[in-house]
T-cell receptor
């Protein structure tokens, strides 16, 4: 799976949009971009994923550049409960019975009052 | 819908002792994963089961770690003997089939192990 690069930490004021970048310049055409987050002392939680097009769900939006070499996770109105480590993962679309997630060190997002 | 259950939540042992962790995946999920998360790092896959068969154990230290998933439901992960470097959070996750291209993995709360 392609390697990803994320900033180690970011701050965001509560109520503002949090924009978390991810670089995946070696991504292949059959690889999806996934985002998970991990709140302190909990297991990782799925947020969103995409292949080429921008995606939106009730938690976040995912913007993928046209060349697919980078993406941005957007939390439109961050709250204190969004404080967590956010992982950007590139994952092969089809691997038969193996669907491994390869986590990096992620971005630690701190939402402040 | 109940989530992935793990026990115990915390365990403290001395080096060279043995320890076992238990995981109960979401009902109906065929695929089960065990991850190890060392402090400050992201989770690392140790082993993946599809029903009761192993499909990936390439990163499992087989000289001391073992795992089983009898009857394709619950799973146990064992460490014997434990080393100091095994101190970590052990996360269990499950997914519906493990074969679909867009399948989501659901994680349990983890077991925090401290080896003294």
């Amino acid at each position: 799976d392609a390697k990803t690069t994320q900033p180690p930490s970011m701050d965001c004021a509560e109520g503002r949009a949090a924009n978390l970048p991810c670089n995946h310049s070696t991504i292949s055409g059959n690889e999806y971009v996934y985002w998970y987050r991990q709140i302190h002392s909990q297991g990782p939680q799925y947020i969103i994923h995409g292949l080429k097009n921008n995606e939106t769900n009730e938690m976040a939006s995912l913007i993928i550049t046209e060349d697919r070499k980078s993406s941005t996770l957007i939390l439109p109105h961050a709250t204190l409960r969004d404080t967590a480590v956010y992982y950007c993962i590139v994952r092969v679309a089809w691997t038969g019975t193996a669907s491994k997630l390869t986590f990096g060190t992620g971005t630690r997002l701190q939402v402040t009052l | 819908e109940a989530g992935v259950a793990q026990s115990p939540r915390y365990k403290i042992i001395e080096k060279r002792q043995s320890v076992a962790f238990w995981c109960n995946p979401i009902s109906g999920h065929a695929t089960l994963y065990w991850y190890q998360q060392i402090l400050g790092q992201g989770p690392k896959l140790l082993i993946q089961f599809q029903n009761n068969g192993v499909v990936d154990d390439s990163q499992l230290p087989k000289d001391r770690f073992s795992a089983e998933r009898l009857k394709g439901v619950d799973s146990t992960l064992k460490i014997q003997p434990a080393k100091l470097e095994d101190s970590a959070v052990y996360l269990c996750a499950s997914s519906l089939r493990g074969t679909a291209e867009q399948e989501t993995q659901y994680f349990g709360p983890g077991t925090r192990l401290l080896v003294l």
